[in-house]
């Protein structure tokens, strides 16, 4: 993810002229965006600017990787070569959503402010709950065992491009350890929305839940500065003992007798 002053080739403090090219940079990358293909001459005309102001943007976006120069797809007609026209990038996209997760941020912050934090954890419910419908009919087919349901999941959240995986834990583990499935998501789209507001990672642990139909337990997450957001889902009872032999306490160590004088009647 780029930050703005990647997009931009700008510090973050600097002179007005500075912010002033900061400014004009972002409008040269948001109209490629929308219009690309388009050429540097086009750009000038849109955002009136000499045609030395659009190439230094334009060799500045290109070198930072956020657009590119457009490959025609027919073989053009006529004499000469056609004018480069540019599109944004893949990086480019990303920084773009970048810009979005910060208008998002900030329209979050706004409702929380005048409306009240109810308001967002209902909207992160809603948010939620649409998933959760969509993907209920996926799991029926999987009966009402956890890490069947579970494995499903993982391909509908895969398909949403969570980028989930899932595997076993607690199997053949220590005494007292509890048998589950630990699903793990390498992406979150609204990481940095979560970042500021929990009540979308608490809506969707909930609705993993009922989902899965257990009890599920949100171990960390991206938006808390974790690598990946890991989630534990329970499919058996605790690791038990071995049975002990008939007439030994399994209280006790094998390895000693049972000393019966210290019980009490």
Same mark, same amino acid.
């Given at each position: 993810?780029?930050?703005?002053?990647?997009?931009?080739?700008?510090?973050?403090?600097?002179?007005?002229? =500075?912010?002033?090219?900061?400014?004009?940079?972002? /409008?040269?990358?948001?109209?490629?965006?929308?219009?690309?293909?388009?050429?540097?001459?086009?750009?000038?005309?849109?955002?009136? &600017?000499?045609?030395?102001?659009?190439?230094? @943007?334009?060799?500045? &976006?290109?070198?930072?990787? %956020?657009?590119?120069?457009?490959?025609?797809?027919?073989?053009?007609?006529? /004499?000469?070569?056609?004018?480069?026209?540019?599109?944004?990038?893949?990086?480019?996209?990303?920084?773009?959503?970048?810009?979005?997760? %910060?208008?998002?941020?900030?329209?979050?912050?706004?409702? @929380?402010?005048?409306?009240?934090?109810?308001?967002?954890?209902?909207?992160?419910? $809603?948010?939620?709950?649409?998933?959760?419908?969509?993907?209920?009919?996926?799991?029926?087919?999987?009966?009402?065992?956890?890490?069947?349901?579970?494995?499903?999941?993982?391909?509908?959240?895969?398909?949403?491009?969570? =980028?989930?995986?899932?595997?076993?834990?607690?199997?053949?583990?220590?005494?007292?350890? &509890?048998?589950?499935?630990?699903?793990? $998501?390498?992406?979150?789209?609204? $990481?940095?929305?979560?970042?500021?507001?929990?009540?979308?990672?608490?809506?969707?642990?909930?609705?993993?839940?009922?989902?899965?139909? %257990? *009890?599920? $337990?949100?171990?960390?997450?991206?938006?808390?500065?974790?690598?990946?957001?890991?989630?534990?889902?329970?499919?058996?009872?605790?690791?038990?003992?071995?049975?002990?032999?008939?007439? %030994?306490?399994?209280?006790?160590? *094998?390895? /000693?007798? *049972?000393?019966?004088?210290?019980? @009490?009647?």
């Amino acid at each position: 993810m780029f930050s703005p002053e990647q997009v931009t080739g700008e510090p973050r403090e600097g002179a007005a002229v =500075a912010s002033l090219e900061s400014r004009t940079r972002s /409008r040269v990358l948001q109209t490629v965006s929308v219009d690309g293909p388009i050429t540097a001459a086009e750009l000038g005309r849109q955002l009136e &600017l000499t045609p030395a102001a659009v190439r230094r @943007h334009l060799d500045a &976006l290109v070198e930072q990787g %956020v657009i590119v120069e457009h490959e025609p797809t027919a073989a053009p007609r006529g /004499r000469g070569r056609p004018a480069r026209a540019f599109v944004v990038s893949e990086a480019g996209h990303q920084a773009l959503e970048a810009d979005y997760d %910060v208008l998002a941020v900030e329209a979050l912050r706004f409702l @929380h402010e005048t409306v009240g934090p109810d308001a967002v954890a209902t909207f992160a419910r $809603q948010r939620a709950g649409a998933l959760e419908e969509r993907y209920a009919a996926m799991l029926t087919e999987a009966g009402d065992d956890p890490a069947a349901r579970a494995d499903l999941l993982v391909e509908a959240l895969s398909a949403d491009g969570f =980028a989930a995986t899932a595997r076993p834990v607690g199997v053949g583990g220590s005494v007292g350890e &509890l048998a589950g499935v630990q699903l793990c $998501q390498g992406h979150c789209p609204v $990481q940095h929305v979560a970042a500021q507001f929990p009540a979308f990672c608490d809506a969707e642990t909930d609705a993993f839940s009922r989902l899965l139909g %257990v *009890h599920v $337990q949100r171990l960390a997450t991206l938006a808390g500065g974790d690598h990946v957001c890991t989630t534990f889902v329970p499919t058996s009872g605790l690791v038990r003992k071995p049975e002990a032999p008939a007439g %030994v306490d399994p209280g006790v160590p *094998h390895d /000693r007798p *049972h000393d019966r004088t210290h019980q @009490h009647s």
